[in-house]
């Protein structure tokens, strides 16, 4: 069956450096995709998306990267802050579908 | 105000109980969700309305029944409640776009009900 992402891994990282999120998906006609946020106790929040057609797009702070040949997607996020301690989802939309399929998510834990 | 609210937060029940989760927003969209966070944080679709009419049905039990009474409200009602029942459920809204419109599947999620079965 289809699947999206990895199972649950951790990334630590030390307060200002940069971040890198990783995220495989195997659905080759996915045409969309999102970033997704989601701190303890709360729902999911949108960070970045990015059309199929491109393959970098820049928000502030966040940078997400697609590499359709290997069906690869990363975050970046630059001068990580305790703030960005979180869940991260990645999730991809099938051409022309309704459905958001979500990735199973990494912990970003930020070290002060 | 919050855009999507769910209520309520915390719910704790017997085994074979019956209980409803509700859910409304007010951004105006045209669709909504129901998604179920397992204890792995894997977010699961389980239903989608547009317009009040289902459009995505994935493989769920038929004790799960949702009920979107307007375009602003979805309910989620579960019958004969079992312990893998247990799970965090987020209802999301979204403006439905066109295959070329990007940001059509952004999804603003409510902060979820964290349902234990006992």
């Known amino acids: 069956g289809e699947s999206v992402g990895l199972h649950l891994p951790t990334l630590s990282v030390q307060e200002g450096d940069n971040s890198i999120i990783n995220c495989a998906y195997s659905?080759?006609?996915?045409?969309?995709f999102i970033w997704y946020k989601q701190e303890s106790g709360k729902g999911p929040q949108f960070i970045i998306d990015i059309r199929s057609n491109m393959d970098k797009r820049q928000g502030q702070r966040v940078t997400v990267l697609l590499n359709k040949t290997v069906k690869h997607l990363s975050l970046q996020i630059a001068a990580t802050q305790p703030g960005d301690s979180a869940v991260y989802f990645c999730?991809?939309?099938?051409?022309?579908?309704?459905?958001?399929?979500f990735g199973a998510g990494t912990i970003l834990r930020v070290k002060s | 105000d919050t855009a999507v609210s769910q209520t309520p937060k915390y719910l704790v029940t017997q085994m074979g109980n019956d209980k409803s989760i509700k859910c409304e927003q007010n951004l105006g969209h045209d669709t909504m969700y129901w998604y179920k966070q397992d204890s792995k944080k894997f977010l699961k679709i389980m239903f989608s309305?547009?317009?009040?009419?289902?459009?995505i049905n994935e493989t769920v039990p038929n004790r799960f029944s949702p009920k979107s009474p307007d375009k602003a409200h979805l309910n989620l009602h579960i019958n004969s409640l079992e312990l893998g029942d247990s799970a965090v459920y987020f209802c999301?809204?979204?403006?439905?776009?066109?295959?070329?419109?990007?940001?059509?599947?952004?999804?603003?999620f409510g902060a979820g009900s964290r349902l234990t079965v006992l």
């Open positions: 309305y547009n317009n009040k009419e289902l459009i």
């Open positions: 659905n080759s006609a996915s045409d969309y």
């Open positions: 999301a809204s979204s403006q439905m776009g066109g295959r070329t419109s990007s940001g059509a599947n952004v999804l603003t």
């Open positions: 999730a991809e939309r099938r051409e022309g579908g309704n459905k958001l399929v």
